[in-house]
Nanobody, 115 residues
Framework: QVQLVESGGGLVQTGGSLRLSCSTSGFTFNRYIMSWYRQAPGTERELVASITTGGDRRSYADSVKGRFTISRDNNKNSLYLQMDSLKPEDTAVYYC????????WGQGTQVTVSL
């Protein structure tokens, strides 16, 4: 049974930080490109960041470059997103996504950034 469980979301003030985690099981984690997506109310899901299977290459949406850092631990089958200098426009539900021979989504974790 494939599981992707996000945690670490919450309410934070503008300029603050949060670290999201995604704990996975049920698939071969180190064979999957991992990503974080987000979706704010009334908008489409947006790709925030991705990391290759070995963690050697990372890519970011322009809106988060320099503020967010994606990382993974293949020994722990886990994905992370360090979010610094948070802005109100970062408010969204954040999803962990695994892409390989199949695509798996987590259930999401809410991040709310207040003024």
């Amino acid at each position: 049974q494939v599981q992707l469980v996000e945690s670490g979301g919450g309410l934070v003030q503008t300029g603050g930080s949060l670290r999201l985690s995604c704990s996975t099981s049920g698939f071969t984690f180190n064979r999957y490109i991992m990503s974080w997506y987000r979706q704010a109310p009334g908008t489409e899901r947006e790709l925030v960041a991705s990391i290759t299977t070995g963690g050697d290459r990372r890519s970011y949406a322009d809106s988060v470059k320099g503020r967010f850092t994606i990382s993974r631990d293949n020994n722990k089958n886990s994905l992370y997103l360090q979010m610094d200098s948070l802005k109100p426009e970062d408010t969204a539900v954040y999803y962990c996504v695994a892409a390989g021979v199949a695509v798996y989504w987590g259930q999401g974790t809410q991040v709310t950034v207040s003024l």
